[in-house]
């Protein structure tokens, strides 16, 4: 069972970047994944969460109208589409999956984010 989260790196303020974050070893399908983010010396924080089905979205309100989280279960993966983003967006951004049906509940390594003139 592993989530890999990719495509995270430097950007100016302003910018844009997309998180993916890919599964295996068990099908997404059957799990509502999130995005968190933690900054240095903060907690990690919850960004956004996406069903199991990608019908229902949630946010933070520090990223709504800035963040899309979707999803592709065919892919087996689910992503962050990140705009106009600012130096407070500055973390290491995880990918949680959880199970629907049971207490099951995976983290990704991370991958960073750097928001940056």
């Known amino acids: 069972v592993q989530l890999v989260e990719s495509g995270g790196g430097l950007v100016q303020p302003g910018g844009s970047l997309r998180l993916s974050c890919a599964a295996s070893g068990f099908s997404a399908s059957w799990y509502h994944m999130s995005w968190y983010r933690q900054a240095p010396g903060k907690e990690r924080e919850l960004v956004a969460t996406i069903s199991s089905g990608g019908g229902s979205t949630n946010y933070a309100d520090s990223v709504k109208g800035r963040f899309t989280i979707s999803r592709d279960n065919a892919k087996n993966t689910v992503y962050l589409q990140m705009n106009s983003l600012k130096p407070e967006d500055t973390a290491v951004y995880y990918c949680?999956?959880?199970?629907?049906?049971?207490?099951?509940?995976?983290w990704g390594q991370g991958t960073q984010v750097t928001v940056s003139s």
């Open positions: 949680k999956a959880f199970a629907v049906y049971s207490s099951d509940t995976y």
